[in-house]
C-alpha cells in the first residue's frame, strides 16, 4: 500500500485519501562531511559561509532522463540550466531540507508555481521549522500548487501540517498511512487562523443571541 497521504483540494470537496506517488524524490549521495557532534548527537551546523552540500554530491547525483522526479535544492540550483525544458514540462519539482532558505529558492525560480510540487524533507522531527515554511510558501510566495512533508512525519503532526499548507505527506514506510489519515480528523473546528482557514473561529460562527 502506498504511504502518500493527498488532500482534496477541491473547495466542494473535502478530505483526503492514501494515492499512490508519481513522483521519484531524487536523494544527493552520502557526504564524506565528518559529522559534528554536539552533546552526544549528530547535529547539522548551519553557518554562513559553511556548505552543508559539496559540489561533488551535486556533480555525482543522478536525475532519471525521463519522468516525474524531486531533486534537492542545491542540485536544482546548481543543474537548473540542463533541467530547463522538463521545468517547463512540469516534470521537475523541488525539495528542501529545513535548515535550507526559501529566499535561496526564490532567487533562482522566482515564479514558484512553474513548480509543479515544492516538497520539505525532515531528517528528524526537532522543532517547528516544517510549519513556518510551509505557511511562508503558501502565504508570503504565494505557492499554490502541491505542496509535500516527506521524511520524519509524524501522525500527530499531519493536521498541523494541513493548517500549516501542505497538501501532502509521504510517511516512512514504518508508519501506517491508514492511523495517519486519520489524525485530519482529530480536531473539527480550530480557534486560531492558519493557512487552511485564515478567519479564527470567532469570526465564522454568528453568535448574536
Known sequence: MSNLIQLN???????????????????????????RKQAGKVVLFKL???????????????????????????????????LSARITNGEIGVWLDTHELLADLVSHQPD????????????RFADGRIFSLG????????????????????????????????????????RSAIEALASLNDFTAPYQGAVDEPRPVFTRYNRAS
Open 135 to 174: 505557511t511562508l510558501l503558501r502565504t508570503r510566495y504565494g505557492f499554490k500548487n502541491e505542496l509535500r512533508a516527506f521524511g520524519d512525519v509524524l501522525r500527530d503532526q499531519l493536521f498541523f501540517l494541513k493548517r500549516s499548507g501542505f497538501s501532502s505527506f509521504l510517511l516512512r514506510a514504518d
Open 112 to 123: 514558484l508555481n512553474a513548480l509543479p510540487i515544492i516538497a520539505v524533507h525532515v531528517e
Open 9 to 35: 483540494t477541491d473547495n466542494i470537496k473535502q478530505g483526503a485519501k492514501i494515492a499512490e506517488n508519481n513522483w521519484l524524490t531524487i536523494e544527493l549521495p552520502a557526504s564524506n562531511i565528518e559529522a
Open 48 to 82: 554562513t559561509g559553511e556548505q552543508t552540500v559539496t559540489d561533488e554530491q551535486i556533480a555525482e547525483t543522478v536525475i532519471p532522463a525521463t519522468g516525474k522526479v524531486i531533486v534537492p535544492l542545491s542540485v536544482f540550483i546548481a543543474r537548473k540550466e540542463t
